[in-house]
């Protein structure tokens, strides 16, 4: 009985040897699979990231760029500084995309009231606004600190870049138009 058991199992040690033996052939032949799968997998998988930046491209170039409108250096001067000054002073609470930030900050990718307070924009980057504000039949009232170090030309600036991106396209905020504006500001509260 016990010199059967080791028989047994001395063969079960030769079987399993076998075993052991087998797969490198085996997996040589997978792997030369895998490489050949991968590759195909591969072409696939440009071709897939290829259809996605064209897609982001194209979405992008709709939802954001709307930077045609004027193509002059002027326009690509201010628009370009607009954006970083707006990524410096604003996009903490409006948000990079201008969507704002639920029911405390308002939105700016679509705003009726950056549509007909244009003058009240124009103050209120340097000024701030307190109060309350409608935008979109929203209510918001937190108020918005003014910031008083901006010069004429940066307020130009981001407000040609807010009012050319997203949903907007008024063309360039003239520095000339700025200051005359700014120069008219109700006293800040
Ligand atoms: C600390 C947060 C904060 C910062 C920074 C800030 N805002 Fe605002 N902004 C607000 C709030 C809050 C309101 C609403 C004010 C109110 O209810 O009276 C507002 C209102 C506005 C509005 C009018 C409402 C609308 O959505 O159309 C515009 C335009 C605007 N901000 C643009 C800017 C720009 C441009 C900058 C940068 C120069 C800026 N804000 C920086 C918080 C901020």
């Keep these: 009985m016990s010199m059967q058991g080791n028989k047994g199992s001395k063969e079960q040690g030769v079987r399993s040897k076998e075993k ?13 699979k895998e490489v050949r799968s991968q590759e195909s997998g591969g072409v696939a998988l ?40 707006y990524q410096k002073y604003c996009s903490n609470c409006h948000q990079k995309d201008g969507a704002g930030l639920g029911r405390v900050y308002p939105p700016l990718n679509v705003s009726d009231y950056m549509d007909n307070h244009f003058n009240d924009v124009i103050c209120l980057m340097r000024n701030g606004k307190k109060g309350e504000l409608t935008v979109n039949n929203v209510n918001f009232h937190q108020p918005m600190p003014g910031i008083p170090a901006l010069t004429d030309l940066e307020i130009a600036e981001i407000a040609t870049y807010i009012y050319n991106t997203w949903s907007h396209q008024r063309g360039i905020v003239e520095v000339k138009e700025a200051s005359m504006i700014l120069n008219a500001c109700p006293p800040s509260e």
């Design 46 to 85: 440009s071709s897939l990231v290829i259809v996605f930046c064209l897609m982001a491209f194209a979405c992008g170039g709709r939802a954001e760029n709307n930077k045609p409108v004027d193509s002059s250096p002027k326009f690509t001067q201010y628009y370009n500084q607009g954006e970083q000054l």
């Design 20 to 32: 052991e033996k087998e797969p490198p052939t085996f997996a040589k032949a997978t792997a030369g």
